[in-house]
């Protein structure tokens, strides 16, 4: 907006009344002159000025030849939005001068009090808040560009259960879809079943929680949220959504590799002492038997045959549970074999239910041998 020189359109009908502003304007303004001031008459002379001529502040009356009243000021607003507009008025007109006020006019003067400082003061209020209003406006236009093209998924929300209010092109491309898809839905909407409704708590500056949550074409996805109050009294906030999804699946997939690795080792000790110590140590209690001792020697050698048959009981025992045989047909089997096996022994009964919907399958991803330990 230019500030020196200014550039005002006097809309006003009355030959004598405009006269007196021109002349308040020039003599109360610093640097204003004639050439910065456009007269005219009604609402088509003004239209046909702005070929030439656009202003900076607008002094309009509301009652001309061609228009009168609000459809006057909504006339000239369209045509220059950027324009300041203040309301000249009749005492009269003072009650709907300020309603109009609420449609984007910057003030309005009473005619009758009119004077070169009262008109001043009334035109460095305008400029003041036009110069505040442009600030708002550009600081507005870089938070949205920001917000809306940052590579981080975000959105603005209302209430501790963040009903969604804008979202940015990454927030939409997460979770596949646009802003009417999302706008005025609760975020927990999109949690997976196992996922309990959430509400933030606290006051802190940063709240943040980990979901799993379902895209709008129903993909999912590993998400942590991180939620920043921006007003105490009325509960916005607004959120940025890290996507946690390969991340976490990279982990599983390295601790995947990690216990198969550990199993793999765990099944390569069990066999090496079933089938190396354990049958070493059975040679060596055959071969003990098979030597003659001295009298006397009786209960050392009974003492050491019971350590060698204890030994090759333990070296079994580790192999079995390093690496269980029940397991050789499934965890479900082996589950099967544990219970039958336990009502044998015929001192409690044990039940085992297992849903219709498990499957073998769905252990492939377990640790079955930990599992089954337990």
């Keep these: ?15 004598t009344f405009s006269k007196l502003v021109h002349f308040h304007l020039v003599s109360f303004i610093e640097n204003l002159s004639s050439e910065h001031i456009q007269q005219v008459e009604s609402i088509k002379d003004f239209e046909e000025s702005l ?6 502040i607008i002094l309009l009356d509301l009652n001309l030849p061609d228009s009168n009243g609000l ?39 009473i005619k009758s009090e009119v004077s070169g400082r009262y008109l001043k003061k009334a035109i460095d209020y305008c400029l003041e808040r036009m110069r505040h209003q442009q600030q708002l406006e550009q600081s507005e236009k870089k938070f949205r560009e920001s917000f809306e093209n940052s590579p981080v998924p975000m959105f603005t929300a209302i209430g501790s259960e963040l009903i969604i209010q804008l979202t940015n092109n990454a927030f939409n491309s997460l979770y596949e879809g646009v802003l009417t898809d999302f706008f005025g839905q609760k975020l927990h909407k999109f949690n997976t079943q196992n996922e309990n409704f959430f509400c933030l708590q606290n006051e802190s500056v940063n709240d943040i929680k980990n979901l799993c949550q379902v895209t709008k074409t129903g993909k999912m996805i590993r998400v942590e949220l991180i939620a920043n109050k921006l007003n105490s009294d009325r509960d916005i906030f607004i959120c940025s959504i890290i996507d946690k999804t390969e991340e976490l699946r990279f982990q599983e997939e390295k601790m995947k ?3 198969e690795a550990q199993e793999n080792e765990k099944q390569n000790i069990a066999r090496e002492i079933h089938d190396g110590l354990a049958q070493n140590l059975v ?11 001295q009298s006397g020697q009786e209960a050392s050698i009974e003492d050491f045959s019971n350590l ?8 079994k025992s580790i192999s079995y549970q390093l690496l269980p045989p029940q397991l050789e047909n499934g965890f479900l089997n082996g589950l099967k074999n544990v219970i039958v096996r336990i009502n044998t022994l015929n001192k409690q009964e044990a039940i ?13 991803t377990v640790d079955k041998f930990n599992l089954f330990r337990i």
């Design 1 to 15: 907006m230019t500030t020196n020189p200014l550039r005002i359109m006097l809309i006003e009908d009355d030959h």
């Design 51 to 56: 070929l030439f001529f656009y202003p900076d």
């Design 71 to 109: 459809d006057t000021f909504l006339k000239v607003k369209n045509k220059c939005p950027n324009s300041a507009i203040i309301i000249l008025s009749g005492s009269d007109e003072e009650e709907l001068s300020a309603k109009i006020a609420k449609y984007g006019a910057q003030d309005y003067l």
């Design 257 to 259: 590799i990690i216990n």
């Design 283 to 293: 040679v060596m209690n055959l071969l003990f038997g098979s030597f003659k001792f």
């Design 308 to 315: 060698i048959k204890t030994t090759i009981e333990e070296a």
């Design 352 to 364: 085992l239910e297992i849903s219709d919907d498990v499957d073998e399958a769905d252990f492939d």
